[in-house]
């Protein structure tokens, strides 16, 4: 017992480590856009039925316990994993059950906090499995765009088919938006990882790194996404503003990723340290009224990454 | 020659590197060892600029070291994710037309057409050396470059590392396989709490050996002592 409270000791100062690692000023920001998105997400809250949020728990919990790094780890303690895994999910669920017992929704809140329990049935960790062997050559693909290779390796057969459907079901009015919404919540897995010296010096030494990077990403990216362009348009040209949005929107995902990418980056590091600020950007993405704030984060992150590169490679 | 001119690292109130001069001719191989936490992976950091001196500088044919000076192999070697061995060797041999990468790795058999993820740690190594071969930099710097190597290819890199001598780079190498660093090194400097205490000469390593056995023995001693 004691280890599992030592180990949620240490879970939480990890989380006040990270708050100090994003610093104070900028927790405070996220803090109101999160208020943002609670408030949202109580008034669904307050329709939903005890079976979804343990259907909702369940979800969530699963894409926690199967991605899990740290197996090898636990395989190291002594005490029991499914009680250590039981014990760390309770915990990260309660805020919502607290939440909704403050509604009154005492039914939900069982369900949220028992929904996870059919995952300590599981082994975690054993979602990811590296040892897969190229599926797709892409040598055709020029070096510089290694990011594209990497998300195509990790995810092809999810993005051609999701590509082919969404070019399938273009008449329907919705396919792009939708479409649009699963490339910018995957973008981040495209830059996420840091790439050794030697490959950003190779480019950055031509001059004027970053706009031609972003510049060649942009292009080839929305190249790639022109069918479903033009066959929104020709489904529904009278909508046209709906297809400049996904393209304004994607475009914005593109910059931010690649900026937040270089004003995180750090030599010898593997990748991005905290997620925090892509979750942000999407929100405000999302957001009614928050459009702009997502612009103020790229121009952010656009000087915080070219000071970083400055530092680093000047 | 590179010359390191008072060099001075710390991280946070950490002083890591204390005024550090060191000298690395061409032509020649440059041991520099200590124990852990004694400050080599700064000082080659430092060069490589990854981290920057709180004072002093790095100068190389008498003006700023710059990146494409370097080739540099760290202790644990990253690779981008999903990336080919072939491809990785591809983009750092990318300015260097003459490399060839099949032959070079006829020296080491790897399986250059899988993902970088899929190799063994000591296959990373070769890979990475083959790399840093690749660049063709005037400097070459290997941090524990035989650590996880196993002993036929130990032999092939410290053959290797003496026939690089004759192409006039320089080359700089730390190790904990002593025996591997007095056999090759010409020059060796021990690096203790951020300063260089002493340089030895090649007809001195036999005295460099005795004086570091020596000393971790009496450690052993006064640790050890009424306990084992």
């Known amino acids: 017992m004691n280890t599992i409270f030592t180990f949620l000791h240490f879970r939480i100062k990890q989380f006040s480590r990270s708050i100090r690692e994003i610093g104070i000023p900028l927790f405070l920001i996220l803090l109101l856009v999160t208020t943002g998105l609670t408030f949202k997400i109580l008034v669904f809250l307050s329709e939903v039925q005890g079976i979804e949020m343990g259907i909702f728990s369940l979800?969530?919990?699963?894409?926690?316990?199967?991605?899990?790094?740290?197996?090898?780890?636990?395989k190291s303690l002594t005490v029991s994993r499914p009680l250590l895994f039981l014990a760390e999910y309770s915990l990260l669920l309660?805020?919502?059950?607290?939440?909704?017992?403050?509604?009154?929704?005492?039914?939900?809140?069982?369900?949220?906090?028992?929904?996870m329990l059919p995952v300590l049935l599981f082994?975690?960790?054993?979602?990811?499995?590296?040892?897969?062997?190229?599926?797709?050559?892409?040598?055709?693909?020029?070096?510089?765009?290694?990011?594209?290779k990497l998300g195509l390796r990790?995810?092809?057969?999810?993005?051609?088919?999701?590509?082919?459907?969404?070019?399938?079901c273009s008449f329907f009015i919705g396919t792009l938006i939708l479409f649009s919404?699963?490339?910018?919540?995957?973008?981040?897995?495209?830059?996420?990882?840091?790439?050794?010296?030697?490959?950003?010096?190779?480019?950055?030494?031509?001059?004027?790194?970053?706009?031609?990077?972003i510049c060649s990403h942009l292009l080839i990216f929305q190249i790639a996404l022109l069918p479903h362009y033009l066959l929104?348009?020709?489904?529904?040209?009278?909508?046209?503003y709906l297809g400049l949005a996904c393209f304004v929107v994607l475009s914005l995902g593109i910059i931010f990723n690649?900026?937040?990418?270089?004003?995180?980056?750090?030599?010898?590091?593997?990748?991005?340290?905290?997620?925090?600020?892509?979750?942000?950007?999407?929100?405000t993405l999302f957001m009614p009224g928050l459009v702009l704030a997502s612009i103020g984060m790229i121009i952010y992150f656009w000087r915080k990454a070219n000071k970083n590169l400055v530092y680093y490679y000047a | 020659m590179l010359e390191i001119k008072n060099l001075a690292v710390s991280y946070g109130k950490n002083e890591v590197l204390k005024n550090v001069n060191l000298t690395f001719a061409p032509g020649m191989i440059h041991g520099v060892l200590g124990i852990n936490g004694a400050g080599k992976s700064t000082l080659f950091n430092t060069i490589y600029g990854f981290k920057k001196p709180n004072a002093g500088s790095a100068q190389f044919q008498n003006r700023t070291i710059q990146n494409g000076d370097i080739g540099f192999m760290e202790t644990s070697c990253y690779f981008y994710p999903m990336m080919t061995g072939f491809e990785y060797l591809k983009l750092l041999g990318i300015q260097n037309q003459d490399f060839d990468f099949n032959k070079w790795n006829e020296l080491f058999e790897l399986p250059l057409h899988e993902y970088v993820e899929n190799y063994s740690t000591g296959m990373k190594k070769k890979l990475a050396f083959i790399g840093v071969i690749a660049m063709d930099r005037p400097i070459l710097i290997l941090d524990e470059p035989f650590n996880g190597v196993d002993i036929e290819s130990n032999e092939k890199l410290l053959q290797l590392l003496i026939r690089l001598k004759s192409t006039n780079k320089i080359i700089i190498i730390a190790s904990h396989i002593i025996e591997s660093v007095t056999r090759i090194c010409d020059r060796i400097n021990l690096l203790e709490n951020g300063i260089i205490k002493t340089t030895?000469?090649?007809?001195?390593?036999?005295?460099?050996?005795?004086?570091?056995?020596d000393s971790i023995k009496l450690k052993i001693d006064d640790v050890l002592e009424g306990l084992v």
């Open chain 1, 232 to 240: 929104f348009l020709f489904y529904h040209f009278e909508m046209w």
């Open chain 1, 123 to 148: 082994p975690a960790g054993n979602f990811k499995n590296n040892k897969i062997a190229p599926l797709v050559n892409l040598d055709k693909i020029p070096f510089k765009y290694f990011e594209i």
């Open chain 1, 59 to 74: 979800v969530i919990i699963a894409s926690i316990h199967l991605a899990r790094k740290d197996t090898h780890f636990l």
């Open chain 1, 94 to 115: 309660l805020p919502v059950s607290i939440l909704l017992l403050f509604l009154g929704k005492i039914e939900p809140a069982i369900y949220w906090q028992l929904g």
């Open chain 1, 181 to 213: 919404i699963f490339l910018l919540l995957i973008l981040p897995a495209f830059f996420q990882e840091f790439e050794p010296k030697e490959m950003i010096v190779l480019e950055y030494e031509k001059g004027n790194f970053l706009r031609n990077k």
């Open chain 1, 258 to 283: 690649i900026v937040y990418k270089y004003a995180s980056y750090r030599p010898s590091v593997s990748k991005i340290f905290s997620n925090t600020f892509q979750t942000v950007f999407l929100a």
């Open chain 2, 200 to 213: 030895f000469e090649k007809t001195e390593f036999p005295i460099l050996e005795k004086e570091l056995k």
């Open chain 1, 154 to 168: 990790r995810m092809f057969f999810g993005i051609v088919s999701l590509y082919v459907l969404a070019l399938g």
